[in-house]
């Protein structure tokens, strides 16, 4: 059996880390495991853990980590991660990281940090909109609808979500930078770390990626 990369990709919010983990995935033929998504399902589900999630993201909380565990957990035994896998938006802390290493055990991990500036940050995401009836998404910057501030198929108006306005941005950012840059820290001094310039464009940051997966 071809073991492939165990990798996990950090960054602060806007920096592409979704983006670059699909294609890694993709290139590496190994499991997305994505807990923005995976929760994003579980809150259409109707067992009890589908509830509780479906209660704390109702109130703006964040999932307890008991939960957040259970999932990566039932993630990680699926039969295709155990030759590899790529973990977006797990671990956030260190803390999470370590019972990220009681679940895997002394394996090595190859860590992606997309490093990205605020300014960039602020301006990827502040740009974005999204049609309310159809779902589809939109950039004011780098993918504009046809018509002002209109969905190209609803022709309705497009809005602008709450967590991407600049206010909520910057909220955002500063609980990266308490939870989050400890967590680059850690992986650094394990020697799993490999830091690479986010601002580039898509092809230029995978083209780097790929460099350490062959």
Same mark, same amino acid.
């Given at each position: 059996m071809k073991l492939s990369p165990k990798i996990i990709l950090l960054g602060p919010p806007g920096s592409g880390k979704g983006t670059q983990a699909k294609r890694i995935s993709e290139f590496c033929k190994s499991p997305h495991i994505s807990t923005g998504e995976i929760l994003r399902k579980a809150v =259409?589900?109707? /067992?009890?853990? +589908?509830? $509780?999630?479906? @209660?704390?993201?109702?109130?703006?909380? %964040?999932?307890? /980590?008991?939960?957040? &565990? =259970?999932?990566? #957990?039932?993630?990680?035994?699926?039969?295709? +991660?155990k030759k590899g896998f790529v973990l977006d938006g797990f671990p956030r802390n260190v803390q999470q990281s370590e019972v990220l290493k009681k679940i895997l055990g002394d394996v090595d991990l190859i860590v992606f940090n997309l490093k990205v500036g605020t300014d960039t940050i602020i301006r990827r995401l502040s740009g974005r909109r999204v049609c309310k009836v159809c779902g589809s998404n939109y950039h004011m910057e780098f993918q504009p609808p046809k018509f002002d501030e209109k969905c190209d198929r609803c022709k309705l108006k497009l809005y602008q979500r709450d967590d991407d306005k600049?206010?909520?941005?910057?909220? #955002?950012? !500063?609980?990266?930078?308490?939870?989050? !840059?400890? %967590?680059?820290?850690?992986?650094?001094? !394990?020697? @799993? %770390?490999? =830091?690479?310039?986010? *601002? $580039?464009?898509? *092809?230029?940051? &995978? =083209?780097?990626?790929?460099?350490? %997966?062959?």
């Open positions: =259409s589900g109707t /067992d009890k853990t +589908a509830r $509780r999630i479906k @209660f704390y993201m109702n109130k703006g909380k %964040l999932v307890p /980590d008991e939960i957040i &565990f =259970s999932i990566i #957990r039932k993630h990680l035994k699926k039969t295709d +991660a600049q206010v909520a941005i910057k909220n #955002r950012l !500063k609980v990266y930078e308490m939870e989050s !840059k400890p %967590l680059v820290r850690y992986y650094q001094k !394990k020697g @799993f %770390l490999i =830091s690479t310039n986010g *601002e $580039r464009s898509e *092809e230029k940051i &995978f =083209s780097t990626i790929k460099k350490y %997966l062959k």
